[in-house]
């Protein structure tokens, strides 16, 4: 069984910064990649941005610039939230590409969510 844990969420002004993290917990073979994304209501979960094994990241387009996602360890996850805006606020979920080692397979766990409320 593999859990995932957000933490760091709150409400910040715009203009402020927030950071978040993730981490999982489980049998854990590898974790091939991270990603977070957000949901806002009445809106789709959309990718905000993912960090592979490798280290190649990718963002949203909203977000270039202004987040930044890394990995602190084999098993955890930040996001770096920088020069928020009101547009910003949504439930923050990250997700992850694990294979667990027993039993030995790949799939994707999602963590159950962050409030992020950035007021204007």
């Known amino acids: 069984q593999v859990q995932l844990v957000e933490s760091g969420g709150g409400l910040v002004q715009a203009g402020g910064s927030l950071r978040l993290s993730c981490a999982a917990t489980?049998?854990?073979?590898?974790?091939?990649?991270m990603g977070w994304y957000r949901q806002a209501p009445g809106n789709q979960r959309e990718l905000v941005a993912r960090?592979?094994?490798?280290?190649?990241t990718n963002y949203a387009d909203s977000v270039k610039g202004r987040f930044t996602i890394s990995r602190d360890n084999t098993k955890t996850v930040s996001l770096q939230m920088n020069s928020l805006k009101p547009e910003d606020t949504a439930l923050y979920y990250c997700?992850?590409?694990?294979?667990?080692?027993?039993?030995?397979?790949?799939?994707?766990?999602w963590g159950l969510g962050t409030q992020v409320t950035v007021s204007s």
């Open positions: 960090i592979t094994i490798g280290g190649t």
């Open positions: 489980g049998s854990i073979l590898r974790i091939e990649t």
């Open positions: 997700k992850f590409q694990v294979t667990t080692s027993w039993p030995l397979k790949a799939g994707d766990y």
